[in-house]
């Protein structure tokens, strides 16, 4: 089935630790996109990508870095600097950036102790 | 600056009613989606309607691009409805801009 993967869906990590969350998308899109979403609020964006290789900072990229080396991969590193990272991440892809249809992976949480 | 703005924040309902929620916006649009959080997070797409009118099921969805606004009509509400419904904007850039979202409660 085409669609976007995330994992995990779940991840705990201790204060200072850097974390990766994967996504990867089979539906051949050009632009992938990270959000962050906290409790009760809407969707931010962290970062995105039209093609591969490249990619562009969101409204808050700071703590975070990202890579396109492939199409269909598109990973969001969350770095010890990110003063508050524990929040819900979701990776989105689109087959044009901004005019395209967007579509959503499931998410993954992430908990920072 | 740009703005999206949707209202009413919340919507508590009775199974069976029908509702409207309502999306503005500050500028021109090239893109406007609908979209809908279940309980888990998931974001589903609801419509993709830069302008004109599309209907699925019980769900329609108008958007009226010289007027800036856009509606998502939901009848006969039923408990599954229930989520946070975003609209989604891009004005011409290469990304989409959320609003904060209206939370919609079916009560069976």
């Known amino acids: 089935d085409g669609g976007i993967t995330q994992s995990p869906k779940y991840l705990f990590r201790k204060e200072g630790q850097n974390v990766t969350l994967s996504c990867e998308q089979n539906?051949?899109?050009?632009?992938m996109y990270w959000y962050r979403q906290d409790p009760g609020q809407g969707l931010r964006l962290i970062y995105y990508?039209?093609?591969?290789?490249?990619?562009q900072k969101g409204d808050i990229a700071e703590g975070y870095s990202v890579s396109r080396e492939k199409k269909e991969s598109f990973p969001l590193t969350v770095t010890s600097a990110q003063k508050n990272p524990t929040a819900f991440y979701l990776c989105?892809?689109?087959?044009?950036?901004?005019?395209?249809?967007?579509?959503f992976g499931e998410g993954s949480r992430l908990t920072v102790l | 600056g740009i703005q999206v703005e949707q209202s009413p924040p919340d919507l508590i309902l009775q199974e069976g009613a029908n509702s409207t929620l309502r999306c503005n916006f500050s500028?021109?649009?090239?893109?406007l989606q609908w979209f809908h959080q279940n309980p888990w997070g998931q974001l589903i797409n609801l419509f993709y309607?830069?302008?004109g009118t599309k209907q699925n099921g019980r769900l329609s969805a108008t958007t009226v691009a010289t007027e800036r606004y856009s509606l998502l009509y939901i009848s006969s509400s039923q408990t599954t409805d229930s989520g946070v419904y975003f609209c989604?904007?891009?004005?011409?850039?290469?990304?989409?801009?959320f609003g904060t979202g209206t939370r919609l409660t079916i009560i069976p």
């Open positions: 989105a892809s689109s087959l044009a950036g901004g005019t395209g249809e967007l579509f």
């Open positions: 539906l051949n899109h050009d632009a």
């Open positions: 990508s039209q093609i591969v290789n490249d990619f």
């Open positions: 500028d021109s649009v090239n893109n």
């Open positions: 309607i830069p302008s």
């Open positions: 989604a904007v891009n004005f011409g850039n290469e990304k989409l801009t």
